[in-house]
């Protein structure tokens, strides 16, 4: 019997009246459900928290169970308390309950799946041995955790040493949260190891008998996974000897205890009568472990049947990167089966009360490809009907409108959403700020958004970090930091010195990169291009970061070098600027040892960020201000758990923040009246009047980029042993074959991904839904084309007449790279024009004559006045530069170029010179930095292997170098890692394999017509000491003439362009180097892809080489 005063139902009538809410059959039918399992498959905005507060109200109201008897799971701590005060508000509306009974059940009623975790470790975690007073540490304590596990690591690795640590910390971390999330134990992965190892290692090879690239990658990853798992291990002991724990951990523990201690389970369900799981969809392996193992079983005794209801949305299922299996709602009929054992029933909700109809019809046909996929609908009309089918609007659902627009550039559509911004305001579409939101894919793109919109005095808020790390002061602090701490962190001193406060040109940022090499004393392999100068700054940072990229830190150049020693190849204003540059950063070291958020506060400082805010408009400095702010307060809370925080550890942490969105709980929008700039991510849940979706461009949304490949990814665990592994892609034998078709079903699967994520996005908008794209970017060299979300959006804005702008076709041209193009000055003249103008100029002066002639003038013009000495010495100079310039200027009009060869050159330049004088001039004349091309970063690394592999052999110590440990290896892409590895073999069982060198890399310098002609050559062997050959001290005839040499030149392409004249140069010069007569020197080209030694008819002397350079005019 109900206590006086409390209400209860005796119909469904009863529910609608108590509440004052129309609820529909579908919303009906899963409220009034009977006290058993169910999922409740809810489509996006139906609706969901009212339906599970309702039937809270429904099953205390009926008298089923009480209300501290029911639990209620989530995933953030918003949504937390937001179901609890719905459920409590509905309880008191409804009257089932009085205002007393409900005070204290409200605070233990509804909480996150993290902190059920914690409380179930902490009230039972005993039971295994485990302490429940351990400290919580999120993203940025672990990653700094994990850093100080990579830098105490003692190896030797063979695999991880050629990352960088940061890199290394990222997998660590990724694969130790994998491990956790599917209860896996790292002696398990060992075990797995050593499976697919010698599975891998017995896979068909190629028809030359070498093993596929694919195959040689995946035996690499499980290497590499092996040394990381090793980390693993130390990363948990150092969590268990500094007593802290992470989410993941808490919760591997509790679904242990859930599934080893039976007593556990029994205590909860008899504690729990009902339980509600919101967002299953997002639920990771082990919380799908523990709830089973707490709420159901394989019989009535054991938990079947137990009332569980879950909700969720498998087209919403976007956390499946951090570790969320999308299977588990699609499985939880099966899993959570009835008392009788028969599955749970499913329960549909599919009208959607928050968008208009024309949004939902979007959505709907952004979630076509869902519907079709198998994984999804079961297979059956069942998953069909449950849920998974159209999104309707309600009868009085208000209209609503799709835009869509496409630009040419980026920026132009950046300004035109703006406009939109504020036109929306205008026309009143909303009344705030804050129901605005631009949602985009990438964090990157966020930076320049938030430029234009603050710059229109646009309130704008920026949600998560990773999108403050793209705003240009917070870049400037970060780049100033990672100067601090590292001096080879060029790209950052590009982006500083390039700035709008040192204002440095990208011909000076090219000198500055020669002034570094020369500082380096590092022989020129390429420089940038015409083209990366004339593309300013941008094309000259692209390519100084490709030169730069995966190479090892050790072996970068420091432009910084240069900074602090510019030489005399630059203005004195510049140099001026690097001065200060640099002291600046000096001073700043000075100061590295304080706390971090001191450090950054001096960098504020010193980078006049503060001053430039105060003298900022007063709304934009509000803006800047508390973005700057923002990014500070994140430094504070990068905890320092161990007392042992370092700048390295920070910017470790805020890359992988700015790349990954590593660590951080959802980031939620503030109540500020604003508008919202956030990832598509981190808009779930919530929702606005206006949404726009920019850059929908193929490859970039969507985009096919597979991260989760554990063939080739070390830091990924094994789709065959993830505790959802028979709902995704598996790898079906150890064979290249099988490895292309996985490789496909992955891209497959995340193109899926990024369905799911449209899907998300565009039910985000209440009343307009806004879509656009662009074709160029600046870095970009092909156009970007629509992609299919972009289409859709297009399609409802064409059927709406509301397309606002259209790309023109796109040509095969950047318009960033287009420039006006060059004006020859003087501008050369046609005889007919020369003749006029001249008859002109005749005409002018006879005038003039004429008139000095009659004395009409004091001063005629035709009579000059005689100049002082001093300004005939100035006008002759002037002269003589007009000449000098328009002689240059003719020369280079009629492609000829006029420049004296150097005192020295290397042998590269000699061999330029005889084959093409005009470009070797032309390189002279302007020496620029050029990028080492892909195939002389190959030639490099090969040569150093050669040099490793066979050095030691010079002094009789044999020694076999694996690939792997040369420092460079991250220079080559996937293939040609494979390529090398394959040349290294080719090489080792070839002809000079096994051979033992004279001398290897041998620098030597030749004196030809008084110039000096320096090089190395790649080996020399004795032919007395080189197998096969006849002894080197004696002729055939058996007379002494001294020693003979054989020098060898690697080739490692087939069908390289092989010249001569290099051998003839190598051997002139070795013959001098050794002092043995020039016959007794062989040299010859070895193709190592072709085990074949090649060798020319015949090799220029010293008297040929001398007339290369005897051909050559000197220059006065």
């Not at 119909?11 to 004052?20: K, Y």
């Not at 430094?635 to 320092?640: E, G, K, L, W």
Request: net charge negative; aromatic share 6%.
């Amino acid at each position: 019997m109900a206590p006086a005063g409390v209400r209860r139902f005796g119909s469904t009538e009863d529910l609608i009246e108590a509440l004052g809410i129309p609820f529909s059959l579908q919303q009906l039918t899963a409220i009034t459900a009977p006290l058993e399992p169910g999922v409740i498959i809810a489509g996006a905005g139906s609706g969901k928290t009212t339906v599970m507060a309702a039937r809270v109200v429904w099953l205390v109201g009926t008298g089923q169970v009480r209300p501290e008897e029911v639990l209620g799971l989530t995933f953030t701590r918003k949504a937390a308390a937001e179901l609890s005060s719905r459920v409590r508000s509905a309880l008191l509306k409804a009257g089932v309950i009085d205002e007393q009974g409900v005070d204290e059940a409200g605070e233990q009623l509804i909480m996150t799946y993290d902190a059920f975790a914690a409380r179930l470790v902490a009230e039972h975690g005993l039971r295994l041995g485990v302490e429940s007073e351990s400290a919580m540490i999120t993203g940025a304590a672990r990653f700094r955790l994990a850093s100080r596990v990579v830098e105490a690591a003692a190896g030797p690795f063979e695999q991880i040493s050629r990352l960088r640590p940061e890199t290394v910390t990222e997998r660590v971390l990724q694969l130790d949260s994998d491990l956790q999330q599917h209860l896996v134990a790292t002696s398990a992965l060992d075990r797995h190891a050593r499976h697919w190892r010698l599975a891998f290692e017995a896979a068909p090879v190629n028809n030359r008998g070498a093993r596929y690239a694919e195959v040689k990658r995946a035996l690499a990853a499980i290497d590499e996974r092996l040394e990381l798992a090793s980390l693993v291990d130390d990363y948990q002991a150092l969590k268990q000897r500094l007593g802290v724990v992470e989410f993941a951990d808490q919760m591997a523990v509790a679904a242990r205890l859930a599934t080893q201690v039976p007593e556990v389970s029994a205590l909860l369900r008899e504690e729990f009568k009902v339980v509600l799981l919101d967002e299953y969809q997002d639920t990771s392996a082990a919380q799908a472990i523990m709830l089973r193992g707490l709420f159901s079983g394989p019989d009535v005794g054991s938990g079947r049947g137990h009332p569980v209801t879950a909700v969720g949305d498998p087209f919403q299922a976007i956390y499946g990167w951090r570790g969320a299996a999308a299977s588990n709602i699609l499985e939880f009929a099966d899993q959570f089966s009835r008392a009788d054992g028969r599955r749970s029933r499913r329960f549909a909700l599919t009208v959607n009360r928050r968008s208009g109809q024309t949004i939902l019809d979007v959505a709907n046909v952004l979630s076509e490809p869902l519907r079709d996929d198998e994984t999804i609908s079961l297979g059956n009309s069942e998953g069909r009907e449950s849920g998974l089918g159209l999104l309707n609007a309600p009868p009085e659902a208000g209209p609503a409108e799709v835009r869509a627009a496409t630009f040419e550039t980026w920026a132009e559509e950046v300004s035109w959403i703006a406009d939109q911004v504020i036109a929306a305001r205008e026309r009143r579409t909303v009344d705030r700020w804050s129901e605005i939101a631009v949602l985009t894919r990438r964090n990157a793109d966020i930076g320049p958004l938030y430029a234009e919109l603050v710059g229109r005095d646009i309130p704008t808020e920026i949600v998560g970090l990773g999108g403050l790390l793209g705003l240009p002061e917070v870049m400037d602090v970060v780049c100033t930091l990672r100067l601090v701490d590292d001096v080879t962190a060029n790209p950052e001193l590009i982006r500083l010195l390039s700035g709008p406060r040192w204002n440095v040109g990208p011909r000076d940022l090219a000198q500055l990169g020669r002034r570094a090499r020369e500082l380096a004393q590092v022989d020129d392999h390429g420089r940038p291009t015409d083209e990366d100068l004339d593309a300013g700054v941008g094309g000259l940072l692209g390519a100084l970061e490709q030169a730069v990229s995966d190479v090892d830190p050790t072996e970068v150049i420091s432009l910084l070098d240069a900074v602090e020693d510019p030489g005399d190849g630059f203005s004195a204003e510049t140099r001026n600027r690097f001065t200060q540059f640099a002291g600046e950063l000096s001073y700043l070291r000075g100061h590295c040892d304080e706390p971090l958020l001191d450090l950054c506060r001096r960098v504020v400082g010193v980078l006049g960020l503060d001053v430039e805010l105060l003298a900022t408009p007063t709304f934009g400095r509000t803006q800047r201000r508390d973005q700057l702010g923002a990014f500070l307060d994140a430094v504070a809370d990068y905890a320092d758990v161990d007392g042992r925080a370092s700048l390295s550890g920070l910017l470790a942490y805020l890359r992988a923040e700015a790349e990954h969105g590593v660590g951080l709980e959802q980031a939620v929008p503030t109540d500020r009246e604003s508008v919202k700039l956030l990832t598509m991510h981190k808009a779930k849940g919530l929702e606005w009047d206006v949404v726009f979706l920019p850059a929908l461009m193929q490859g970039t949304f969507p985009s096919d980029r597979v991260t989760d490949n554990w063939v080739t990814a070390a830091g990924v665990l094994p789709a065959d042993l993830r505790g959802d592994r028979a709902s995704i892609p598996q790898l079906a034998e150890a064979a290249n074959p099988a490895i292309a078709e996985y490789k496909q079903r992955l891209k497959d699967q995340q193109i899926l991904a990024e369905d799911r994520l449209a899907y998300v996005a565009a039910t985000r908008a209440r009343k307009v839904l806004v879509g656009s794209g662009h074709t160029w970017r600046p870095e970009l060299v092909k156009p970007r084309q629509p992609s299919r979300y972009l289409q859709v959006i297009m399609a409802e804005a064409v059927r709406q007449d509301r397309v606002a702008a259209q790309a023109p076709p796109p040509g095969d041209v950047n318009p960033h790279d287009t420039q006006a193009p060059p004006v020859p000055w003087p501008r050369p003249l046609d005889p007919e024009s020369l003749d006029r103008r001249r008859h002109a100029a005749d005409m002018v002066r006879s005038a003039r004559q004429r008139h000095a002639a009659s004395g009409r003038y004091e001063n005629a013009p035709g009579t000059d006045e005689p100049l002082l000495l001093d300004d005939e010495e100035t006008v002759a100079a002037w002269d003589a530069d007009i000449d000098r310039l328009l002689a240059e200027s003719l020369a280079a009009r009629r492609g000829a170029a006029s420049v004296a060869l150097p005192e020295s050159m290397s042998a590269t330049e000699l061999i330029k010179l005889r084959a093409d004088a005009t470009g070797l001039a032309t390189d002279l004349a302007r020496p620029m930095p050029r990028r080492p091309s892909r195939r002389q970063r190959f030639g490099t690394r090969f040569h150093q292997w050669i040099e490793r592999r066979l050095g030691p052999r010079m002094l009789g110590q044999p020694q076999l170098v694996d690939p792997d440990e040369l420092a460079d290896r991250a220079d080559l892409d996937v293939d040609g890692e494979a390529e090398f590895r394959e040349l290294c073999e080719q090489f080792a069982s070839g002809l000079f394999g096994d051979s033992q060198p004279y001398a290897l890399e041998a620098p030597f310098t030749l004196v030809l017509r008084g110039r000096v002609i320096r090089g190395r050559i790649d080996a020399v062997y004795r032919l007395d000491d080189h197998a096969g050959d006849d002894h080197a001290g004696t002729d055939h005839d058996g007379t002494e003439h001294g020693p003979r040499f054989r020098i060898v030149d690697w080739k490692t392409s087939r069908g390289e362009r092989h010249d001569p004249l290099q051998l003839a140069i190598y051997r002139v010069a070795w013959a001098g180097l050794t002092g043995v007569p020039l016959d007794r020197v062989d040299a010859v080209f070895y193709s190592v892809p072709e085990d074949r030694v090649i060798r020319p008819d015949r090799l220029a002397d010293q008297d040929e080489l001398d007339r290369i350079l005897t051909a050559v005019p000197e220059r006065p």
